[in-house]
């Protein structure tokens, strides 16, 4: 009673998952978003398309049995995909089993007219993905695409880390030049490329990542209606990964074909670094 009265509690949602409480919506989302505009040189000729790859679930079971409303978190997939969008690359949104890609409406930064422009310009495609399955058995062709982009939110920890077909995008990106894009807890994505035997593909590499230690506190807010069911940097950790970042910041990395971000925060410096990348490595492919 007393947090629902002090704004601490988790709402209930009418599927019976909790989105954040008033506290913590208040701390950790925003209205408007720090993304600005910049020009960039259009990319023109192939490897122009970038795949973004989504979650298709939204319910994230905690340790105490409440479950997370969940999904792909709108800051973070939109503010690196307006740089992109701006630079002249297009974009296939796809998902594991062509489900509706869910966005995590709460964190929706509404009174920002350039995040609700790029998602109304999609919004059907995140309704209508590619089915994953599908457009790997067809083939992937390299000269298609300049990236594979994977949005953060928790929502990502959700059936991408154990798909065979995320592993086969990834390792597919990894053998043929193309770019990997993630930020916050998107790089669960990245357990994938386990699956069939394989060794973790990233051993060794720096990322930017969400860090375990803050979603240990949330709950105290209620931003989780409880403890994480597992920790996504700790594991990447163990497997070999090193962690550029120990808080939830603007932190950016790049290693080698490999760009990523800490959090909400570095959505803007992302999707930057990103559009920096890809046109360093069209210009060194020309000479």
């Known amino acids: 009673m007393l947090r629902n009265l002090l704004g601490l509690a988790p709402k209930l ?22 993304y600005k ?5 259009p990319v023109v000729g192939s490897k122009r398309k970038i795949l973004v790859l989504a979650t298709e679930q939204k319910n994230m079971k905690m340790k105490n049995g409440k479950l997370f ?26 998902t594991p089993n062509g489900h509706p890609a869910i966005i995590e409406m709460w964190a929706f930064p ?3 007219h350039h995040v609700n422009a790029i998602y109304t310009e999609y919004k059907e495609h995140f309704e209508n993905p590619t089915n994953l399955n599908t457009l ?11 990236a594979v982009f994977i949005p953060g939110g928790h929502g990502a920890m959700l059936g991408l880390p ?13 053998n043929n030049d193309v770019f ?40 105290i807010i209620g931003y989780l209606p409880g403890k994480m069911p597992w920790g996504l940097s700790e594991t990447l950790k163990e497997l070999g990964v090193m962690l550029v970042n120990s808080k939830a910041d603007n932190t950016v990395c790049r290693d080698r074909l490999l760009v990523t ?18 046109a360093s490595a069209r210009t060194r492919a020309l000479k």
């Open 110 to 112: 509404q009174k920002d």
């Open 136 to 146: 790997v058995t067809n083939g992937l062709n390299a000269e298609d695409y300049a």
């Open 13 to 34: 949602e009418l599927d019976g998952s909790y989105s954040p409480s008033r506290v913590a919506l208040k701390l950790a989302t925003a209205e408007k978003t720090d």
């Open 37 to 41: 505009e910049v020009v960039y040189t």
């Open 162 to 174: 154990s798909d065979q077909f995320v592993g086969m995008v990834l390792n597919w990106a990894h």
């Open 180 to 219: 990997t894009i993630s930020i916050c807890h998107g790089p669960a994505a990245f357990l994938s490329t386990r699956e069939s035997g394989s060794e973790f593909l990233y051993q060794g590499y720096k990322m930017a990542v969400f860090p375990d230690s803050v979603d240990a506190q949330t709950p």
């Open 261 to 278: 971000g800490a959090s909400p925060l570095a959505a803007d410096a992302l999707g930057k670094l990103a559009v920096e990348t890809l």
């Open 69 to 94: 409303s969940t999904g792909n978190h709108p800051v973070e997939t939109l503010v690196p995909m307006l740089h992109l969008r701006n630079a002249g690359y297009e974009f296939e949104i796809s």
